[in-house]
């Protein structure tokens, strides 16, 4: 099984970037289609952005559609989350979750398709 640790999370300024890394070890890295959740305060998990093993396609929520983009490098086993454009409402608990499922639509965005998680990263957004 795979195992993953998030990195890049910080404070930064409303309209700033943030890029996030999703390093796993484990298991074979390709297998496992990656997707990206957020958690804030008060608020449920939130999908985010999504990446199938070989790379493509991704999946992207709406609130993030055009200033996130999801990326991976299976030779280096990450997955990158590059934020652009960055809001208050964009704050919370970043997490990269693994599956070995093949997801379709919508169903990239439950979490409960996830088997594997990371332990967090935290960004922050100051308006």
């Known amino acids: 099984q795979v195992q993953l640790v998030e990195s890049g999370g910080g404070l930064v300024q409303t309209g700033g970037s943030l890029r996030l890394s999703c390093a796993a070890s484990?298991?074979?890295?390709?297998?496992?289609?990656v997707g990206w959740f957020r958690h804030a305060p008060g608020k449920e998990r939130e999908f985010v952005a999504s990446i199938s093993g070989g790379g493509s396609p991704t999946y992207y929520s709406d609130s993030v559609k055009g200033r996130f983009t999801i990326s991976r490098d299976n030779d280096k086993n990450t997955v990158d989350l590059q934020m652009n454009s960055l809001k208050p409402e964009d704050t919370g608990v970043y997490y990269c979750?693994?599956?070995?499922?093949?997801?379709?639509?919508?169903?990239?965005?439950?979490?409960?398709?996830?088997?594997?998680w990371g332990q967090g990263t935290q960004v922050t957004v100051s308006s």
């Open positions: 979750a693994g599956s070995t499922r093949i997801l379709f639509g919508t169903t990239r965005g439950i979490a409960g398709k996830y088997d594997y």
């Open positions: 484990g298991d074979t890295f390709s297998r496992y289609g």
